[in-house]
């Protein structure tokens, strides 16, 4: 059992950066690949970038590829999401998630799940 909490949501202008952290409980922290995921208002949740268990191997959506940054501390048992040069389409509920190592960009491959922070860009 993994239990995720995510912090550093906020409300920042056009441009500016956030990082987003996700805290995990237990010991098992490092045996699974980590992935952040968003949802906007009317939308349906979609990926933005996971991570590989040893934090080797990284991909993300289109949308963020070249601004948001994810990252991982084992021995802090914490993933991070570092956001630049945001955009008001990045407004959005961001979740954070643990999966079997094999869990790429869909939703089925994460077993557990956080319970979101909220990301306001005004424009």
């Known amino acids: 059992q993994v239990h995720l909490v995510e912090s550093g949501g906020g409300l920042v202008q056009a441009g500016g950066s956030l990082r987003l952290s996700c805290a995990a409980s237990?010991?098992?922290?490092?045996?699974?690949?980590m992935g952040w995921f968003r949802q906007a208002p009317g939308k349906e949740r979609e990926f933005v970038a996971t991570?590989?268990?040893?934090?080797?191997?990284?991909a993300y959506s289109d949308p963020v590829k070249g601004r948001f940054t994810i990252s991982r501390d084992n021995a802090k048992n914490t993933v991070y999401l570092q956001m630049n040069s945001l955009k008001p389409e990045d407004t959005a509920v961001y979740y954070c998630?643990?999966?079997?190592?094999?869990?790429?960009?869909?939703?089925?491959?994460?077993?557990?799940w956080g319970q979101g922070t909220q990301v306001t860009v005004s424009s």
């Open positions: 998630a643990a999966g079997s190592p094999l869990g790429g960009t869909l939703e089925s491959g994460y077993d557990y």
């Open positions: 237990g010991r098992t922290f490092s045996s699974h690949r």
């Open positions: 991570i590989s268990r040893s934090g080797t191997n990284t």
